[in-house]
């Protein structure tokens, strides 16, 4: 006997709410492009220090053609990024919007945010041929786009609170900084981590390690511009930390993309003091999904399908932890590795800050 299975009774009206909420994330999906591109051609930066404009007038400050200029202002002014004035035909960047849009020392600033994102969905077809086969896509096949990006999107939030709240909230950690400590930064990417922490703690060394040869080469130059001297940048995965006795261990927005986090635990766990600490800061979180269904896990489920995940599987193992791993994957990652202590020391909206102890 076969059961046949009524029609589903379509509500009209809910339809096309759901169209139109469509047509509103393609508009945003074009404003990525747009953001990356008003901030490529100084068109923020430009609004921020004139004033209401013409597009005759962004265009000639900015030495750009104004038919580009026009259509752009018109699409930010649609999506609530300029404001449109009809009477004098000019646009304006509220100052509220100036400072995410132009401050990158504001823990609030995100074209880095939009940079990562566009350079990320820029490899989707790579990304639609790993799922079907199960592959990987390397952080290093990735364009500049991702690399640079992400330096822009997390750096802002270091430069606010890293030195000034994340070490202080460490048990004991800033008194040895301040001393005279030794430091290792995995996974330092471009070094904006590592550069931060080393001028604020003179005293102390620091060694910072990435896989990502070219990364490397940006974050020495980097250190070179400006003038620590006691930093050095090697190129080395995270199995790969050279040297023992380190008083603190730090892994920035990283732990999850690696195809071995287990395995990195085990080798910071050889490389770490007996008193050392362990700080590793992931991207915000819950244990669960429903704690991560709302606007900054959306984000980051985006990335973790696109970015992390794939890269996490190119690598040995391809443990796959996932952009929302949630506290509870980590800290099983570091009792695997022999650590025994863990706690949650600081939260931001965009991070979580743990410290794990031998």
């Not at 759901?18 to 490529?40: I, P, Q, S, Y």
């Not at 997390?154 to 004991?172: E, K, Q, T």
């Not at 695997?336 to 600081?346: P, Q, S």
Request: hydrophobic letters at 40%.
């Amino acid at each position: 006997m076969s059961l046949t299975v009524p029609p589903t009774q379509i509500d009209t009206d809910k339809l096309m709410n759901f169209v139109f909420r469509a047509v509103d994330e393609v508009g945003a999906t074009l404003n990525a492009a747009l953001v990356v591109m008003g901030d490529k051609l100084g068109y923020y930066r430009d609004l921020a220090d004139h004033g209401p404009s013409t597009p005759a007038q962004l265009a000639e400050r900015t030495q750009t053609a104004e038919p580009y200029a026009r259509e752009w202002l018109n699409a930010q002014a649609a999506g609530g990024y300029v404001t449109y004035d009809p009477a004098s035909k000019r646009y304006t960047l509220p100052a509220e919007h100036a400072v995410a849009m132009t401050d990158p020392d504001s823990a609030a600033f995100l074209p880095g945010f939009f940079q990562i994102a566009l350079g990320t969905v820029h490899d989707t077809q790579h990304i639609v041929e790993a799922a079907r086969s199960g592959a990987g896509y390397g952080w290093h096949q990735h364009g500049a786009d991702v690399h640079v990006g992400c330096e822009r999107f997390f750096r802002p939030s270091y430069h606010a609170n890293l030195v000034d709240s994340w070490i202080p909230a460490l048990d004991g950690v800033k008194d040895k900084l301040e001393s005279g400590a030794l430091v290792a930064d995995v996974g330092c990417g471009h070094g904006a981590s590592t550069i931060l922490l080393a001028q604020a703690f003179p005293n102390s060394t620091f060694v910072g390690s990435d896989y990502h040869a070219e990364s490397i080469e940006v974050a020495r130059a980097r250190a070179a511009e400006a003038g620590v001297e006691n930093v050095r940048f090697e190129v080395a995965s995270a199995q790969e930390l050279g040297g023992r006795g380190y008083d603190l261990v730090t892994m920035f927005d990283c732990l999850h993309d690696m195809g071995d986090p287990v395995g990195a635990a085990r080798r910071v766990r050889d490389a770490i003091a007996d008193d050392g600490t362990w700080m590793i800061v992931e991207p915000m979180a819950g244990d669960h999904v429903e704690d991560n269904l709302n606007p900054v896990g959306r984000a980051y489920y985006g990335f973790s399908t696109l970015l992390c995940t794939p890269s996490s599987l190119s690598q040995d193992v391809g443990l796959a932890l996932g952009t929302q791993a949630g506290p509870a994957r980590i800290r099983d990652v570091t009792s695997a590795a022999g650590f025994t202590g863990f706690r949650t020391v600081a939260e931001t909206p965009f991070n979580r800050v743990i410290e794990a102890r031998p």
